[in-house]
């Protein structure tokens, strides 16, 4: 009996045996690190970082920028770690991929069913919101928290925050506790979309997986995540996949399953600038489809100085990266907005509204979030957020970036110089009653006060 295989992915897993050999020193320091620096220099695009407009709104500095990615795409490919092999594609096989990439995709059922589209900068369209992040949350609060973000339906999408044990064990990497914790995680998605009422609801999956183990257990089995949810791929920066990661890939594919990929370029890692993140995030954008079959993919640029990029730099970055995308190529891409300050904070709200409308008016056809408290701490994460940051999101379709650039400039200096010391805020159970999945009366106030603030300098927020 023959069996159907996608050809893509096998010529993948070819060249993670046969293309050209590379250590990861050689590949961070020489390829990544000075093939960027050499990149920005063939370009003339060093120094372009324009810290007085964070939002880009040099049409010609975003198609200069993406050739650049491009090129860096075509001359670098990517490094499969596990082989020290680079898996590395023709300019046409490029071009192909982004051809062949889809423009549009359906997902979820009945009422909750959304189509997420390509986007243009300035685009009326209206993107596509998930949450949650993999913030590390208590076994106990996963459901709680998640019921509250599904009441809001503004929010289309979920996937939820990471599970820190499975039935009060620890969940152990590579080992049958994280098998266990992935279909724990898609029973819990079950439970919550029933008894949110929105049976339709489509998932990002698996999360808890800190290895293939977690969407082997959850993804595309029986009772678990259905293969019309989609799996995650995330790989390791900078322009690296792993087997961990194809294992991902091929168990989607051999689930029918549609798979969603992300990355990070890192401004202060050994893309080194916010010029260089910019070239190597196109890049990322580039390869996810050839190399991981990407049905849509992201993540954006993100400033490890401080692990958040709501500052200018990195808002600048990435406002430059998506609207490179979205003049020239038709990808579905989605954006990560990553705070620092925690919930119950009005930084927290500060930087969701800066972040989300940059992103918006630059093309992201969808973004998930919220990543509150920089994602590092435990708990420290609230529906209420994820609403504000889904309404900022949608509001902002159609808006020019030259108001969203007047209008940041307003804003970042309400948070910028506490980027590096952020306030922590609070906790899921200290900001929100578990019974009414309503906020506190604080929580509520600082929102109410914040909402006002944007909606008086033009974020047109219902």
Not at 232 to 250: A, D, M, N, Q, R
Request: proline share 5%.
């Amino acid at each position: 009996m023959s069996m159907s295989i996608p050809p893509g992915i096998l010529e993948v897993l070819d060249r993670t045996c046969t293309g050209p050999v590379c250590t990861e020193r050689d590949w961070d320091i020489k390829v990544i690190g000075e093939g960027v620096l050499q990149k920005l220099k063939e370009h003339g695009l060093s120094k372009t970082f324009d810290k007085d407009n964070p939002i880009n709104c040099d049409d010609g500095l975003a198609d200069d920028f993406y050739r650049a990615g491009f090129e860096f795409a075509v001359e670098t490919g990517m490094l499969c770690s596990d082989t020290g092999r680079v898996v590395r594609f023709t300019e046409e096989e490029l071009k192909e991929a982004l051809k062949d990439s889809p423009s549009e995709l359906t997902l979820g059922e009945g009422l909750d069913r959304f189509t997420m589209r390509a986007r243009k900068p300035e685009d009326e369209k209206v993107p596509i919101y998930a949450s949650t992040l993999g913030i590390g949350i208590s076994e106990d609060l996963w459901v709680p928290l998640m019921l509250g973000v599904a009441q809001y339906r503004v929010i289309d999408m979920l996937e939820g925050p990471t599970l820190e044990t499975v039935y009060g064990r620890p969940i152990i990497s590579r080992t049958p506790y994280e098998t266990l914790a992935g279909y724990l995680q898609a029973k819990m998605h079950q439970e919550v979309i029933r008894r949110a009422g929105r049976p339709g609801m489509a998932a990002g999956a698996v999360i808890t997986s800190p290895t293939e183990y977690g969407q082997f257990g959850g993804y595309g089995v029986v009772g678990g995540y259905k293969p019309t949810d989609v799996a995650i791929v995330l790989f390791p920066s900078e322009l690296k996949t792993s087997y961990s990661c194809l294992h991902k890939v091929v168990h989607a594919i051999n689930c029918g399953g549609i798979i969603r990929t992300g990355s990070w370029s890192m401004i202060g890692g050994y893309s080194g600038s916010p010029e260089g993140s910019i070239i190597s995030a196109i890049a990322i954008f580039i390869l996810e489809r050839p190399v991981h079959q990407a049905v849509y993919g992201g993540c954006g640029a993100y400033d490890l100085r401080y692990f958040g990029n709501c500052g200018r730099e990195a808002l600048w970055a990435n406002s430059v990266v998506f609207q490179a995308l979205g003049r020239n190529t038709h990808l579905l891409t989605e954006a990560i907005i990553n705070q620092v300050a925690g919930p119950c904070t009005e930084m927290l709200l500060y930087e969701s509204a800066v972040g989300m409308m940059s992103i918006s008016v630059s093309s992201a056809s969808m973004a998930i979030g919220p990543r509150s408290a920089g994602g590092k701490y435990s708990n420290y994460i609230s529906p209420l957020e994820a609403k504000f940051c889904a309404e900022v999101f949608k509001s902002c379709a159609g808006m020019k970036r030259k108001t969203a650039n007047d209008i940041a400039k307003a804003l970042l200096p309400k948070y910028e110089n506490r980027l590096f010391h952020p306030p922590l805020g609070k906790k899921f159970t200290e900001c929100f009653d578990l019974k009414t999945l309503k906020p506190t009366k604080e929580w509520r106030e600082i929102y109410d006060k914040v909402k006002r603030e944007i909606i008086d300098l033009g974020i047109p927020v219902e």
